[in-house]
């Protein structure tokens, strides 16, 4: 646990100080609820000399040569590659990660730092014709300038990876801002793995703090063009108006709703894995997560008591456990609600398959069916271990279903035939779609994006580019322009 012991501080133009807020964020273990860290917030003013000090390195750091920062960007995937174990320690104790998560999540950061490396490379410049003679075009992609982050507590070394690690590629520097309820894995541990891989003083900056201390300075402050935010909708909507009201750029990653299709022709032993990994993984906060499995009547039963029979195989409790599938939730707050939201969906009239039960922080799975067509469960996020069954008569009420609500990020559909699965799948207003699969894919090399209230921006490879680079057009005229006076 030496992270927690090293890293409880601010990282401010490379130096690790205390925050001088007036009150501290307290960092628990959701399982056991061990104190893990105790971490003064950091003021709005730290916010400003964050931002300034990111601000006075970028310059020099966008002028350096790309094959300089590329260096960079694999010392970081060395780093990381050689504190595996400690790192996949961090996640487990601080947000109740199981080991499979943990080590997914490690997994995906290593693929996303190897595709950063890449992207040191990828701007490229383009020369475009002039109606005027003598004239030649150059557009040239050049960094942003400055990025803030705001990262989430479900995969927040990965996630805040994901908007820090290209934005510096890009020639960018970075504040990031971890959720308060996981400050080490989403924060000062990033900052620590650039750090030891020579990262320049300034760079990249943390501020460990809470909207309570700083309202919406990190995000209304003049310096960052561009607020990178993953997270919830409602957040994130407020996020877009405050970016929307002073200019800049956001880019929003947010929650889901996903659906996984299962049609009369499918192989049902695949689907029940899928289903159960899709939903069950990581305890349910996760935004690809299948909140509602649709089954074509034919094939309602079969599925029904397969998956509740694999729903009660799974071990709950301790995430240090190899054999540990279902975790803590990350607060009681968190738990707490989960369980509320079963008991009201259930007084409402819908029956339990499997009941759950709320200990603490551990919420043990629910397998609800017979809701009615207009429950408000069915049309939210699930953040936490609970699977809806929905049987359908036809593919036309399945796509239905399935576009029924406000989000789009993510889903799959199951069948024998994989042409009629793409073709339903082009009928879904979801963005990412999965044939006889999971719903929870996530490559670096592919873009990842959703419709809807899920985020309209997309991200990995060319997006990232998109993301945090502007165009800069400069025109040169090689002989000598004529002028009407």
């Not at 094959?67 to 790192?87: P, S």
């Not at 890009?170 to 020579?198: M, R």
């Not at 320049?200 to 063009?225: M, Q, R, S």
Request: proline share 6%; glycine share 8%; net charge negative.
């Amino acid at each position: 646990m030496s992270f927690f012991a090293e890293l409880d501080q601010q990282y401010i133009d490379g130096e690790w100080r205390p925050g001088s807020g007036s009150w501290d964020i307290i960092d628990f273990n959701p399982y056991d609820g061990e104190k893990l860290a105790s971490i003064a917030v950091a003021t709005a003013d730290e916010v400003d000399q964050a931002y300034r000090a990111a601000e006075r390195a970028q310059t020099t750091w966008a002028a350096t040569n790309p094959y300089a920062r590329r260096q960079i960007l694999e010392r970081a995937l060395r780093v990381v590659e050689d504190r595996e174990e400690e790192i996949t320690e961090a996640i487990i104790a601080e947000l109740g990660g199981t080991r499979l998560k943990a080590a997914f999540e490690l997994r995906q950061a290593k693929e996303l730092l190897r595709e950063a490396v890449q992207l040191t490379l990828h701007p490229e410049g383009r020369l475009l014709p002039s109606p005027v003679d003598g004239t030649e075009n150059r557009l040239h992609r050049v960094p942003v300038g400055v990025v803030g982050v705001i990262s989430p507590f479900n995969f927040p070394f990965l996630l805040s990876l994901k908007a820090v690690a290209p934005a510096l590629a890009l020639g960018n520097a970075v504040v990031l801002k971890p959720h308060q309820n996981t400050p080490i894995c989403g924060g000062s541990l990033v900052a620590k793995v650039f750090e030891d891989a020579g990262l320049p003083a300034g760079l990249l900056n943390v501020v460990i703090t809470d909207i309570a201390e700083i309202d919406d300075a990190l995000i209304e402050h003049p310096i960052p063009k561009v607020i990178s935010f993953s997270g919830s909708d409602r957040v994130g909507r407020h996020v877009a108006v405050v970016c929307a009201k002073n200019f800049k750029r956001s880019v929003l990653d947010l929650g889901g709703n996903s659906a996984l299709i299962v049609l009369a022709d499918a192989d049902i032993d695949n689907a029940v894995e899928a289903a159960v990994f899709s939903r069950y993984a990581y305890q349910g906060p996760v935004c690809m997560a299948a909140n509602r499995i649709l089954l074509d009547r034919a094939v309602e039963q079969e599925f029904t008591e397969k998956f509740v029979a694999k729903v009660r195989t799974l071990t709950v409790g301790d995430p240090a456990d190899p054999k540990t599938v279902v975790g803590p939730l990350i607060s009681s707050q968190q738990a707490d609600a989960v369980g509320a939201l079963v008991d009201e969906t259930v007084e409402a009239g819908a029956t339990a398959l499997v009941r759950g039960t709320v200990d603490g922080n551990l919420v043990t799975p629910t397998v609800l069916t017979d809701l009615a067509p207009d429950s408000p469960v069915l049309t939210q996020e699930i953040l936490g271990p609970v699977a809806i069954l929905l049987a359908f008569d036809s593919v036309d009420e399945a796509v239905r279903i399935a576009n029924d609500t406000r989000c789009g990020l993510s889903g799959s559909i199951h069948t024998g035939d994989v042409e009629r699965g793409v073709r339903v799948a082009r009928r879904i207003n979801t963005a990412m779609l999965h044939v006889n699969d999971g719903t929870g894919h996530d490559e670096p090399v592919i873009p990842f994006g959703g419709e809807k209230y899920s985020g309209p921006e997309w991200m990995n490879t060319d997006g990232l580019v998109d993301a945090f680079t502007t165009r800069k057009w400069i025109s040169v005229q090689h002989g000598r322009s004529s002028f009407p006076f």
